[in-house]
């Protein structure tokens, strides 16, 4: 059966967390982040003012996984899909991984938080893969919650660019394909280091993985909201992570 939650009220957000089992919550969190453009249809505004409007849930979805000491946040920010779509959209959003960059890093820095990109930023504007790096840079050493943006990301072309490099390095004798097991083709992904996300969460009702992850999420659990983006509140995270705690995580085991 497909879960789908409804929105959360803001005034069960106390209720939920208190029901949370702190000793049970997944290490890593994935969300699709998805209805910004309808966010905007709905409310007469344009497709643009979505995307901006999103950034809040974005601050509250971060500040939710930070006070609940969860490990790794990874948000599915543009894919190369993305690029598909009207120039001046483009544009826009380019723009606003900018201004976001440029108001965001150093709070997030301050609390400790690490930030990751995982896509390929060579395919970025020159000037917002730089900011990115120093992004990176800045909060290498920090020791809280991982921040995995997944920018210009494509979880087919990242099991390509893996199936390239082993190829490479067979050819070049630097690996034995009889040895290539899970273990080592994991290596070879974006980021081999981020654990699998336990839990999926995708936003606007839409129930599909878009290309998102498609290695890690493996074994992940997946909950689908109605919520659309902009409107996902810390009440709609927490209600996931309840529902996620309900599952029975078998991993093909017969429980």
Known sequence: ????????????AAELE???????????????????????KVHGLTRTDGHRESIEAIRRTVTAADDLHLGYLSL????????????DEVGSLFQLFTDVLDTETKELHRKNVRILVTGMLELLPDALAAK????????????GLTLNLCVMYSGRSELVEAA??????????????????????????????????????????????????????????????EVLWPDFSRADFLAALLAYQQRTRRFGRVS
């Open 164 to 225: 390239r490099r082993i190829a490479s390095d067979a050819q070049a004798g630097r690996l034995n394909p009889a040895l290539l097991s899970e273990r080592v083709f994991r290596e070879y992904l974006f980021h081999p280091a981020v654990p699998d996300p336990d839990l999926v969460i995708r936003t606007s009702g839409e129930q599909r993985v878009s290309n998102f992850l498609l290695w890690q999420m493996a074994y992940s659990e997946l909950v689908f909201s």
């Open 76 to 87: 599915y920010c543009f894919s190369t899909e993305n690029m598909d779509r009207p120039p």
């Open 1 to 12: 059966m497909i879960e789908v939650l409804t929105a959360q009220s803001e005034t069960q």
């Open 18 to 40: 208190a029901a949370l089992e702190r000793a049970h919550l997944p290490a890593h969190v994935a969300i699709i982040m998805d209805g910004n453009g309808r966010w905007g």
């Open 132 to 143: 990115f790096h120093s992004a990176i840079e800045l909060t290498a050493r920090n020791t």
